[in-house]
């Protein structure tokens, strides 16, 4: 692997076809939750990909049982109670949204276990994602007490309807893998133990196709993206304002209790 990669720590590469550059996040004792330097990684690391003369398609991944846990507890510790850092990850959370989308090169994820908080994000931003039939996809925001923010809603009303991703979000409602592909949320989902393969294939016809035709395929289509780009920067001011809230702090100690949050229904708004 070529230095552009040697100072990653959380993500692993290789090359496992022609044109294909395999990113497989790498934290299998935590489910590769992300930690503040795997967030990092993974919102520079499509501008490597972007620069690397010898990848035309990147396909992510997760190391072991799970595609990627969610956010590590810590860095929701940092958002409730520093500032500095809460501004720093909200950038980052933005930076990772926008660099997936702007990102010249094809993006293929294939996704086993879990799949919740960035890890999602990455999962479902991607070009094309694919799923393992018993993957466990999740957007658990409101159940931690902060708005869908994160990707979800400059992505999710496009892929799986409006009335659909309300439903999903507001209740965090989890679903398998092949749920995921009947309501259209990911591309495709196939079976467990041929997820590795068929999403290498997939990877390796888009890195064997005329590159200038996929990439601007991917830039015009991404525009509905951009287009919603104020609605998701709304939506991330308004999930990084809540950690400042009552609410994140009795949905962080329930999920450290393993009990059903208990929110006080008296709201400002």
Known sequence: MTDRYAGYTRL??????????????NRPDRYNATDNAM???????????????DVSVSLITGVGKAFSAGGDFEIIKENINDFEKRAEHWKGARDLVYNMINSAKPIVSAIRGPAAGAGLAVALLADISIAGKTAK?????????????????????????????????????????AQ???????????EDAELEQRSLEVAERLATAAP??????????NNWMRMAGPIFDTSLALEFLGFTGNE???GLQAHLDKRKPQFDQKSPI
């Open 137 to 177: 996809i999740v957007d658990g925001h409101t159940r931690l007490g902060v708005a869908a923010g994160d990707h979800a809603a400059i992505v999710w009303p496009l892929l799986c309807g409006m009335a659909k991703a309300k439903y999903l979000l507001m209740l965090c409602e989890p679903l398998t893998g």
């Open 39 to 53: 967030h990092h990684e993974l919102v520079r690391v499509w501008k490597d990909v972007d620069d690397d003369p």
């Open 12 to 25: 692993l590469f290789s090359r496992p076809a022609p044109g294909v550059l395999k990113i497989e996040m």
């Open 212 to 221: 200038t035709a996929i990439r601007w395929t991917k830039y015009a289509m």
């Open 248 to 250: 994140v702090r009795e």
């Open 180 to 190: 995921a592909d009947e309501l259209g949320l990911v591309s495709m989902s196939v």
